[in-house]
């Protein structure tokens, strides 16, 4: 991080003037963070714009595709690319492109069959990948619903800038901690007796370039937090923001045709189930090392 960052404690006056300008204006429904879109193929400079400027406030975007029954193929990486967004992370679970599908026997990894992003349960607050290396983090989250449960799977969505706002406004301490290279520790995975995935050390909160990075998960199983009086608080206060009625918590649930484009932020999924003689949920994801582009 720079010593001009918004986000060094050091900078107050810098970053009192980037708080003001981000909380100005600042969206607090889902209607506010929709771009609808023609052909998400081809987008028009003017949807390109609109997309990368309500990225750029909220770190997040929800596009809406005008007529989905015309989409012959998923959407998502086409789309990403005209945002500037090209390192897909082809993670395990994927297809061949980097699409992941999150639906129960959507993972193409079977030992990952039974992990909850491809089941119907709920997932509590996260930022995705945080058990990649600190190099490897996704900067990009995106999804595409082809079709929606019959019932259930809305998302929560928190900004990760605001969820810094929120915890350095009530106590910088809260930020130094999370700054802490040695703060999380997501434990090794292992696939019978062989380690697939080491542990993975790093910070909650990290900058990259002017930007800020979120590596979170509320998980209480298969997590170690560095065991000090400092973590606790600063985790209870960010557990209180994440679980209260904090306007800036948008709802919402993905429709048939609807995504999310995101700079990787909080978010959460509740449960869903759909009839047993029915189609089926498909929603899908692209996650990327890279950004859209700022305006
Ligand atoms: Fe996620």
Redesign the pocket.
């Known amino acids: 991080m720079s010593n001009g960052s918004v986000f060094n404690l050091g900078n107050d006056q810098a970053y009192q003037e980037w708080r003001k300008a981000k909380l100005a204006d600042y969206p607090q429904s889902l209607a506010g963070l929709i771009v609808e879109i023609q052909d998400p193929y081809a987008l028009t400079a003017n949807e390109r714009d609109k997309i990368k400027d309500i990225c750029d406030k909220t770190n997040m975007v929800v596009y809406a595709v005008k007529d989905p029954t015309k989409i012959k193929e998923n959407p998502l990486p086409a789309l990403l690319k005209q945002l500037g967004v090209n390192d897909v992370d082809h993670n395990l679970g994927a297809s061949d492109i980097g699409l992941s599908k999150l639906s129960p026997g959507g993972s193409a990894h079977g030992p990952f069959a039974n992990y909850i ?1 491809y089941r119907q349960a709920q ?1 509590g607050w ?1 930022t ?1 990948g945080y058990y990649n290396t600190n190099d490897r983090q996704v900067q990009t ?1 995106s999804l595409y619903c082809e079709r929606s449960a019959h019932e259930g799977g809305e998302n929560e969505l928190l900004d990760h800038e605001i969820a810094y706002i929120l915890l350095r406004d009530e106590n910088p301490e809260y930020i130094k901690t999370f700054m802490d290279p040695e703060v999380m520790t997501i434990p090794a995975r292992m696939e019978g007796d062989k380690v697939a995935r080491p542990d993975r050390t790093g910070p909650v909160f990290s900058v990259k370039g002017d930007h800020l990075h979120m590596r979170y998960t509320a998980r209480t199983i298969s997590i170690s937090w560095k065991d000090t009086p400092e973590v606790k608080a600063a985790n209870a206060a960010l557990t209180k923001i994440m679980n209260g009625d904090s306007p800036y918590i948008i709802r919402g649930r993905l429709e048939n045709g609807l995504g999310l484009i995101s700079n990787n932020v909080l ?1 959460t999924r509740e449960a869903f189930s759909d009839l047993d003689e029915g189609p089926k949920r498909e929603l899908y994801r692209l996650r990327c090392f890279d950004r859209v582009e700022s305006p």
């Open positions: 992003p997932i996260h995705d989250l978010h």
